[in-house]
């Protein structure tokens, strides 16, 4: 599949605290070069105080993308206990907008501790609204009243979901997941990572869709080798290390062709792959990104 250029954009990082605000047209240095740290992304958030609607464009390499900003915050009489969403959802009409309410649920499925299913039947920004709408209610009725004895150590959910990128045929958006979560004073935990979208398939892309048959496996090839230059480690060395990392004592060692993949996502003409933090690589290091 041919994957087009884009314009730069980022994932950004949420303050423990706060939600962050909407700085759409907003562009960062090219992350092939300069990914923003934490301290960068800071610098540019701004504080959401209430649920609010609005309209918002994202313009990448002269091209616009209208959206929906749908920001809601569920706040409780504690001030360091709430549940927020923010998710930019495409105007009018599209399957876009079915996958991002997915990734609402399976967030939140996270949050409550168990499976959570979602019935979407359209496409629009309103029901994405709705979605969010309802495990905001289900957060304060359900989920909080069971946490009462731990919040005052403090309990928070931060929820952002931003478009990337968009193909010049308007067919594939990439959006940026950020999730971080905390619960009774413990180390925060955070998952972001970037997935594509296509308007024609009406699904997420997987890297089956994003990679030609004979080109997968010099795909995996460069990814596996990047991930143990990071690591400081042979290939074939960094590959025994994974396995034991994530299935300590397995008689069977990940190879090339079937270590995991988690996300993956079209990024200018390059494929962006992306892991939770704590998955391939100790929490201390954040959540990875490799682009190939």
């Given at each position: 599949?041919?994957?087009?250029?884009?314009?730069?954009?980022?994932?950004?990082?949420?303050?423990a605290f706060l939600m962050v605000g909407c700085h759409g047209n907003k562009s960062i240095n090219d992350p092939f070069v300069d990914f923003p740290d934490d301290e960068e992304l800071a610098g540019v958030v701004s504080i959401v105080t209430k649920p609010y609607n609005s309209d918002t464009v994202f313009n990448f390499d002269g091209k616009d993308v209208e959206t929906m900003e749908i920001a809601r915050i569920f706040p409780t009489e504690h001030s360091?206990?709430?549940?927020?969403?923010?998710?930019?959802?495409?105007k009018g009409e599209s399957p876009v907008n079915n996958g991002l309410?997915?990734?609402?649920?399976?967030d939140f499925s996270t949050v409550a501790g168990g499976d959570v299913s979602y019935d979407m039947h359209e496409t629009t920004a309103r029901a994405v609204t709705d979605q969010i709408d309802y495990y905001g209610k289900v957060f304060n009725d359900t989920i909080l009243p069971e946490l009462r004895e731990s919040v005052v150590n403090g309990f928070y959910v931060n929820v952002d979901?931003?478009?990337a990128w968009v193909s010049d045929d308007n067919d594939i958006y990439t959006y940026s997941s950020y999730q971080e979560s905390c619960t009774g004073g413990a180390p925060a935990e955070i998952s972001c990572y970037y997935v594509s979208f296509s308007n024609s398939l009406g699904r997420q892309l997987t890297f089956d869709d994003l990679v030609p048959?004979?080109?997968?496996?010099?795909?995996?090839?460069?990814?596996?080798?990047?991930?143990?230059?990071?690591?400081?480690?042979?290939?074939?060395?960094?590959?025994?290390?994974?396995?034991?990392?994530?299935?300590?004592?397995?008689?069977?060692?990940?190879?090339?062709?079937?270590?995991?993949?988690?996300?993956?996502?079209?990024?200018?003409?390059?494929l962006v792959f992306s892991y939770p933090q704590g998955s391939i690589a100790p929490v201390?290091?954040?959540?990875?990104?490799?682009?190939i």
């Amino acid at each position: 599949m041919h994957l087009n250029k884009i314009f730069s954009a980022a994932i950004l990082t949420l303050s423990a605290f706060l939600m962050v605000g909407c700085h759409g047209n907003k562009s960062i240095n090219d992350p092939f070069v300069d990914f923003p740290d934490d301290e960068e992304l800071a610098g540019v958030v701004s504080i959401v105080t209430k649920p609010y609607n609005s309209d918002t464009v994202f313009n990448f390499d002269g091209k616009d993308v209208e959206t929906m900003e749908i920001a809601r915050i569920f706040p409780t009489e504690h001030s360091d206990v709430y549940f927020s969403i923010r998710v930019f959802a495409l105007k009018g009409e599209s399957p876009v907008n079915n996958g991002l309410a997915r990734i609402i649920s399976e967030d939140f499925s996270t949050v409550a501790g168990g499976d959570v299913s979602y019935d979407m039947h359209e496409t629009t920004a309103r029901a994405v609204t709705d979605q969010i709408d309802y495990y905001g209610k289900v957060f304060n009725d359900t989920i909080l009243p069971e946490l009462r004895e731990s919040v005052v150590n403090g309990f928070y959910v931060n929820v952002d979901l931003r478009p990337a990128w968009v193909s010049d045929d308007n067919d594939i958006y990439t959006y940026s997941s950020y999730q971080e979560s905390c619960t009774g004073g413990a180390p925060a935990e955070i998952s972001c990572y970037y997935v594509s979208f296509s308007n024609s398939l009406g699904r997420q892309l997987t890297f089956d869709d994003l990679v030609p048959e004979n080109d997968r496996r010099q795909v995996r090839e460069e990814l596996v080798n990047q991930m143990a230059r990071d690591a400081g480690k042979p290939t074939d060395e960094y590959l025994g290390w994974l396995t034991d990392y994530i299935n300590p004592g397995a008689e069977k060692v990940f190879t090339v062709d079937d270590f995991p993949i988690a996300y993956v996502a079209s990024y200018n003409s390059r494929l962006v792959f992306s892991y939770p933090q704590g998955s391939i690589a100790p929490v201390s290091q954040g959540c990875p990104l490799y682009f190939i």
